[in-house]
């Protein structure tokens, strides 16, 4: 089980990013949250270490097929117990 902490700059907002993470995270089996921060996204994941890899790969490559990701961040986090869905905020 692993945790990270991702913010994505670029054309992230208005273009259907947060629906595209949360159906991979659908995909991928990956619990947290989504959601619109100022000028950026914020994504807050967790799912087995396989899986978030995957699924962070793809984010950072852009979600939605609209999106245009010029940067990002990346922070482990501890495992939270008590996530059980992915939701967008």
Same mark, same amino acid.
């Given at each position: ?9 670029? /054309? ?10 949360? /159906?991979? #995270?659908?995909?991928?089996? +990956? ?10 996204? =914020?994504?807050? #994941?967790?799912?087995? =270490? ?9 984010? +950072?490559?852009? #979600?939605?097929? #609209? ?6 961040? +990346? ?15």
């Amino acid at each position: 089980m692993k945790h990270n902490f991702i913010r994505v700059y670029g /054309r992230v907002q208005g273009v259907g990013f947060r629906y595209f993470t949360q /159906r991979l #995270a659908l995909k991928y089996d +990956i619990v947290g949250y989504v959601k619109n921060v100022q000028d950026f996204v =914020e994504v807050d #994941a967790q799912g087995s =270490e396989e899986n978030l890899k995957t699924f962070t790969e793809v984010v +950072i490559k852009g #979600a939605s097929p #609209a999106s245009d990701v010029s940067d990002y961040t +990346i922070e482990s986090k501890d495992i939270d117990t008590t996530l059980t869905d992915f939701k967008t905020e």
